[in-house]
């Protein structure tokens, strides 16, 4: 079974900071999904990237499959951003890492 | 609203009770799942349905069953509650491993 770790578990920030949040797996992998828990619980699908980086306004994904990492990257980092950033093992089926809980302080 | 519908949102039993767990999803989805989260670790897998009439076990599903009434629902149940089933509960849909959809999740606390 994939291990999926991710460092660090917890983070704070002060507005406008640039965040990155790092994962890493024991078993290569196809594909790797990155998601959001908001603070309210609702799990929303951010990224899924098998190669080199994806960007989507603020946030850029990269992953590098050799050496069994991804970083999940926050520009101009604002207090909405606070939340539980999780990445997940999509080879199979999805195994998750433990999250790291995002604090963005004004 | 395009989706996946998690209900009830919070319940309360006592141990021994039994429920379900009702989820849809209005997407098309021909992939469906149920997962557990535990404070201090990662979601977990109890059971998924990769297809309509086919359920699988996950990493988790000892104490469930599940059903996969027809394309768009998928249930779990729970027979006989105990407390270490105490958890937040998510369904999720995909197609084909990719573009997943959550539900809002379900607090089960079983006293």
């Known amino acids: 079974k994939n291990e999926v770790e991710q460092s660090p578990q917890n983070l704070t920030a002060q507005e406008g900071e640039f965040i990155t949040i790092n994962c890493s797996y024991s078993?290569?992998?196809?594909?790797l999904h990155w998601l959001q828990q908001h603070p309210g619980g609702g799990i929303v699908s951010l990224f899924m990237?098998?190669?080199g980086k994806k960007k989507h306004g603020r946030l850029i994904a990269t992953i590098n499959i050799q050496e069994k990492h991804s970083s999940l990257h926050i520009t101009a980092s604002h207090p909405r951003d606070s939340a539980v950033y999780i990445c997940?093992?999509?080879?199979?089926?999805?195994?998750f890492g433990t999250g790291t809980r995002l604090q963005v302080f004004p | 609203n395009a989706g996946v519908t998690q209900t009830p949102k919070f319940q309360v039993l006592k141990t021994g009770q039994s429920m379900t767990l009702q989820c849809a999803q209005d997407?098309?989805?021909?992939?469906m799942y149920w997962y557990r989260q535990d404070p201090g670790m990662g979601l977990r897998l109890i059971y998924y349905?990769?297809?309509?009439?086919?359920?699988d076990k996950g990493e988790v599903p000892n104490g469930y069953n599940v059903s996969r009434l027809n394309k768009r629902e998928f249930s779990l149940r729970l027979e006989s509650a105990a407390p270490s089933q105490t958890s937040v509960y998510f369904c999720?849909?995909?197609?084909?491993?990719?573009?997943?959809?959550f539900g809002s999740g379900t607090r089960l606390t079983v006293v």
């Open positions: 999720a849909s995909s197609s084909g491993g990719v573009g997943y959809t």
């Open positions: 078993v290569g992998i196809s594909a």
């Open positions: 990237l098998s190669s």
């Open positions: 997940a093992d999509n080879t199979d089926k999805l195994i």
């Open positions: 997407m098309n989805h021909n992939s």
């Open positions: 349905s990769a297809s309509e009439g086919t359920t």
